[in-house]
C-alpha cells in the first residue's frame, strides 16, 4: 500500500510539473519571466526602432535619453539639422533642459545648432574630436572644418539649455 501511495504521489507530482510548464508557470504559481512575452519594465535607452532607421536611411542610432529624437525636417522649427555627404539632411527635435543622443552617421561636415548649447561629438580615423555648434546658425565640422578635409564620423549629440 505505501508503495502504491509514494507512485501515485510521484505521478501526480509529474502531471503537475507538465501542467505548470506548458502554462508559463513556476512551481510557486509564479509567471515564467522567460515565458512571458511582455516587454521589461527596465529602461536600455536604446533607440526605437534603430535597425529599420538604418537600414531606411544609413544613420546608425544608438542610446539616448529622449530628449533628442529623430524628426521630420518639415515638421516643426526650431530642429538641429545635420549634414551629411551621400545621405541628405537630419533633423532632430530636442526637449528639455538637457539631451543625449548617440549614433553614428559618416560624412558630416555641417550642423545648424537650435536654442539649445550643442555639442557634436565625432571621430576621425582613431582621433575623436569635438565642435560647439553655434545657436541657430550653421557650423562647419568634420571635413569642412578639418585643414586635411578628412571624413568625420558624427557619435554624439549633446545638448543644454
Given at each position: 500500500?505505501?508503495?502504491t501511495s509514494r507512485l501515485l504521489a510521484?505521478?501526480?507530482?509529474a502531471a503537475a510539473a507538465v501542467l505548470l510548464a506548458g502554462t508559463g508557470a513556476t512551481a510557486a504559481g509564479q509567471p515564467d519571466q522567460a515565458a512571458s512575452s511582455e516587454p521589461s519594465g527596465v529602461e536600455d535607452?536604446?533607440?526605437p526602432q534603430a535597425d529599420k532607421i538604418f537600414k531606411e536611411t544609413g544613420l546608425l542610432?544608438?542610446?539616448?535619453d529622449g530628449h533628442i529624437v529623430l524628426a521630420d525636417c518639415d515638421s516643426a522649427p526650431?530642429?538641429?539639422e545635420v549634414f551629411a555627404r551621400d545621405k541628405g539632411k537630419f533633423c532632430?527635435?530636442?526637449t528639455g533642459k538637457q539631451g543625449y543622443l548617440s549614433m553614428e552617421l559618416d560624412?558630416?561636415?555641417a550642423i545648424r545648432g537650435n536654442d539649445f548649447a550643442l555639442r557634436a561629438n565625432m571621430k576621425v580615423k582613431e582621433r575623436s574630436v569635438s565642435f560647439d555648434v553655434a545657436k541657430n546658425t550653421w557650423t562647419a565640422v568634420g571635413e569642412t572644418a578639418d585643414p586635411n578635409n578628412r571624413d568625420h564620423t558624427l557619435l554624439?549629440?549633446?545638448?543644454t539649455k
Open positions: 500500500m505505501k508503495a510521484a505521478g501526480a507530482a535607452f536604446n533607440y542610432l544608438k542610446r539616448g526650431g530642429l538641429v532632430f527635435r530636442v560624412r558630416v561636415y554624439e549629440l549633446i545638448t
